[in-house]
T-cell receptor
């Protein structure tokens, strides 16, 4: 158990509405990540954080923003959800720091209708 | 940028068969390499890793060797079980000067083991 909790686990939302997904870790690890998983694409990095208020973009960051005001929480926001953002979203931590293995949460299945 | 290529499958085998899932990569620098496994409805679990050339990672009967000369990290198991049915992902870590942090994943290989 990596001590990562994602909420909600499932969500259905309408196109154009804002959505926030939460990732909570029980340890004080610096490195946290948001990925999305889609058939035929594997996992792709959306945003990551290397400390409180320190965040950066990943491969597929358009349409997403993140915030990290506390070490244990990393929030992913879809400012105005679109159908192309229907996906499974995973949060991960890297206790060993940059370049080391990641441990994943259980995922959030988001459907935008 | 960094990339990982693996067979997507599905790969269907009979129980006790030998398994190989190929993984090749492109990266600047010297990444660490990983295999993850995902069971239905769950998150990804780290299966094994290797951090430098010629390292062999192993876990639960699975093995993979970091081959720098062929830029490969093929996953093998001598005798698969029905419980090994899952999706397997090959991944590499970001390298110094290699752009964004985080792991780069292959598209995943769906493995089905029949009794």
């Amino acid at each position: 158990d990596a001590g990562i909790t994602q909420s909600p686990r499932h969500k259905v939302t309408e196109t154009g509405t804002p959505v926030t997904l939460r990732c909570h870790q029980t340890e004080n690890h610096r490195y946290m990540y948001w990925y999305r998983q889609d058939p035929g694409h594997g996992l792709r990095l959306i945003h990551y954080s290397y400390g409180v208020k320190d965040t950066d973009k990943g491969e597929v960051s358009d349409g997403y923003s993140v915030s990290r005001s506390k070490t244990e929480d990393f929030l992913l926001t879809l400012e105005s959800a679109t159908s192309s953002q229907t996906s499974v979203y995973f949060c991960a931590i890297s206790p060993g720091g940059r370049g080391t293995e990641a441990f994943f949460g259980q995922g959030t299945r988001l459907t935008v209708v | 940028g960094d990339s990982v290529t693996q067979m997507e499958g599905p790969v269907t085998l009979s129980e006790e068969a030998f398994l190989t899932i190929n993984c090749t990569y492109t990266a600047t620098g010297y990444p660490s390499l990983f295999w993850y496994v995902q069971y239905p409805g769950e998150g990804l679990q780290l299966l094994l890793k290797a951090t430098k050339a010629d390292d062999k990672g192993s876990n639960k009967g699975f093995e993979a060797t970091y081959r720098k000369e062929t830029t490969s990290f093929h996953l093998e198991k001598g005798s698969v079980q029905v419980s090994d049915s899952a999706v397997y992902f090959c991944a590499l870590s970001g390298t110094e000067g290699g752009g964004a942090d985080g792991l780069t994943f292959g598209k995943g290989t769906h493995l089905i083991i029949q009794p």
